[in-house]
């Protein structure tokens, strides 16, 4: 199995958490998202001890809450000890209403309006990670009149290709987001944050991107970050206090996928900033980290129910299921892989190939193409895709006005729903 916490029962049942899919489906109904509350906290703790062991007490984990965000989430990040980020009003005002404590939020965002910050501002949002200049001087104009010193950390983009998707690598020059270091325009920005009464330069912060496995992409940005908080305490003697290497370790989505263990990866980064800090005569920064994915990826689970299943001989086989591109669109939108079963005969041989599909008006409303599930797959069967934590209720839409479904959340042993299914009611509220 591709996580720990999955395992088939003697009724051949696929368990998740230690609970039985098939009860916790007719339970629930389908489509269900499930989250395994233990797994979640069981990953901050895994990056929180790293973080500790490699740096004492000089590192902030901040949970990126673009992956999952609703506000169970949030109070679990709370009790583990997590901030968070996150990068709308939206996601802040979740947080908020959950009791998350504002001054654990970091706020992200390529185009923050200045509603936006205004609202960041009277909420006592801790840190604001500033992307550019308009930003940087409302900030500091709005900062002004509230007679408030903001928080800032400023992005930056250290001109790293990783080896991940385009539409989530973000780390290059040519990127929308932050300031680059090679044009000199990280530098104009460092220094206008400093001549500004309204902020306070906390530090740097670059991601590289998302679903990355290779640990090298973290020594090269760490290393260029630090070459970059040397030139400027060289320059204009300021010291960054803080460094945030973002987001981005890879998680397995498939049985054949790396295994990037967080704990060894985190220390083969601080090994590094600490030799690096050493060669250019700097003060270890408090190192901060923004997982996402790998906090809830193998946390969650979908479970849909087959409705049809269409053979066209000669071509090909067809499983719908009654969710879609409406829960899950990282396959139209990445071609993101995906580890199938069929969860109410988990232990039967799969010998037959079908294209997993939903039931939305699209022809590329595909969950997963050429799965391969047991023969005798038919009507009312239940499918699970596995490692679906991150990024697919975060990503949900009303797309041909299906309902989005619930998220029940597994813990010690109880399920508890965290987020209701939708109603049709729902889906007029905001009708005339
Ligand atoms: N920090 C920043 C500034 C980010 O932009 C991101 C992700 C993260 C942290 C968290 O990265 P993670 O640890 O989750 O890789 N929707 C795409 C992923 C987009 C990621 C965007 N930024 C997907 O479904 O694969």
Redesign the pocket.
Known sequence: MICDNISINEAGHLCFAGQDTVELASQYGTPLYLMDADRIRHNCRTYISAMQQAYGDNFEV?Y?G??ASFKQMYRIMAQEGMSV?S?SVGEIFTALSAGFPAEHIHF?GNNKTERDLAFALDQGVGTI?VDNTEELTALNEMAGDKDIKQNILL?LTPGIDTHT?E??S?GKVDSK?GFAIETGQAEEATKLALSMDGIVLEGF?C?V????FDSDSFVMSATIMLRYIKEIQTKYGYTAKSLDL?????VRYLETDPYMDIRSNILRVADHIKATCKELDLPVPKVMM??????V?DAGMTLYTVGTVKEIPGYKNYVAIDGGMTDNP?YA??E?EYTVMAANQANEPCDKVFDLVGRCCESGDIIQPAVSLPRNVQKCDLIAVLTTG???Y??SSNYNRFLKPPVVMLEQGESRMVVRRETLDDLIQYDF
């Open positions: 901040i990126a673009k992956a980020d990068v992200h990670v992005r998707y539409a989530v973000t987001f912060h991601h991107g998302s679903q990355v973002g987001g981005g370790y890879g923004e997982p996402g994915r790998s906090i990826a990282r939108l990445y993101s991150a990024y697919n975060s990503m």
